[in-house]
């Protein structure tokens, strides 16, 4: 019943185990800063977006620290003893070992791969055929994670633990395929200085393009909302216009419906906005009363100050968002 249940299930297995995470950039690599979080984070992250689950952290130098840093992020983490001593492959097999069964396929990653999209990772795990390992690939670029299905699997937990992980998975005999992916990200690394500075300006641009972002419209009401962003943009286009008919050809509006809207204001409020001159062949002329210039101009700073205070709750509650 309980391999039924994972047979469709994908899991990941992300290393972050060996000494020369620390040494290559003069920093701790799995808890470097990137675009507003850490290179694990970052990782573990999308992989989440993308439905990979579970997800399994194989430790090392500074285990103690590292699974503290992302103690709530729902990971599995398995220690590895021999960490200062052991190759990738015999830190992949620990993460195998564990992720095998529950899962009857996995993503696999070095920790310094943190860049793929979650769509790259959802694609990798629908990906189509039977080949036992796929690879995905950018601009004739191999990148991360790799998908292993279960004779990839198999492959990998019988390979020598002197072999490098990537030559021992082709020269494995397993059946190897590639992903073609628009993701450059799928294709960085972080394994000097010069690589995190540049992973660090692409995570940078993803953040800014991609960036969770509020929407925030004030309205007034009584019963029901009368005053908002658009009458107040329309009365001050009356005023820029110097008449109604403008301002409504302006903003592609009907003269009718300029005219329920200046009404509507009104009688809500029970003064004048707009002092208007009728005749002439443009319809005649209207400007903002003082009383209106001042309603308005309230109601745009309660506009500024709306959205000041609500980014600095934004900024609070989804500052691990963006």
């Given at each position: 019943m309980e391999r039924e249940k994972n047979a469709g299930k994908t899991g990941a297995i992300i290393l972050a185990d060996p000494p020369s995470e620390r040494v290559e950039i003069d920093i701790f690599k799995p808890m470097?800063?990137?675009a507003g979080t850490t290179v694990i984070k970052k990782a573990i992250t999308t992989l989440r977006q993308a439905g990979i689950s579970p997800i399994v952290v194989v430790t090392g130098y500074q285990s103690d620290v590292l699974e503290k840093h992302i103690s709530h992020h729902g990971t599995?983490?398995?220690y590895n003893r021999h960490y200062a001593d052991n190759s990738r492959i015999a830190s992949l097999k620990l993460g195998l070992a564990r992720a095998k069964?529950?899962?009857a396929q996995v993503l696999c990653l070095p920790v310094d791969a943190?860049?793929?999209?979650?769509?790259?990772?959802?694609?990798?795990?629908e990906a189509a055929g039977n080949a036992d390992i796929v690879i995905p690939q950018?601009?004739?670029q191999n990148g991360f994670p790799i998908l292993m299905r279960a004779e990839g699997i198999k492959r990998s937990l019988q390979a020598s633990d002197e072999e490098d992980w990537l030559e021992a998975l082709r020269g494995s005999g397993a059946e190897i395929s590639w992903l073609l992916v628009e993701d450059k990200g799928a294709a960085l690394r972080?394994?000097?200085?010069?690589e995190y500075d540049a992973a660090v300006k692409y995570a940078?641009?993803?953040r800014d393009a991609n960036a969770l972002k509020f929407n925030l419209k004030v309205f007034l009401a009584k019963e029901e909302d009368f005053f908002g962003p658009g009458v107040a943009r329309f009365l001050l286009m009356?005023?820029?216009k110097g008449s109604m008919l403008a301002a409504c050809q302006e903003m592609n509006m009907s003269y009718s419906k300029g005219w329920k809207m200046v009404k509507a204001v009104e009688d809500e409020l029970g003064f004048p906005f707009l002092i208007r001159q009728t005749g002439g062949s443009s319809g005649g002329s209207s400007r903002l009363t003082e009383e209106g210039k001042e309603f308005i101009r309230r109601y745009q700073a309660l506009q500024r100050d709306a959205y000041r205070t609500a980014e600095a709750f934004f900024s609070l509650y989804f500052s691990d968002f963006q």
């Open positions: 470097a800063h990137l599995i983490c398995v069964e529950e899962c943190a860049l793929f999209s979650a769509d790259t990772a959802k694609r990798l795990a950018w601009n004739g972080i394994r000097n200085r010069e940078k641009e993803l009356v005023e820029e």
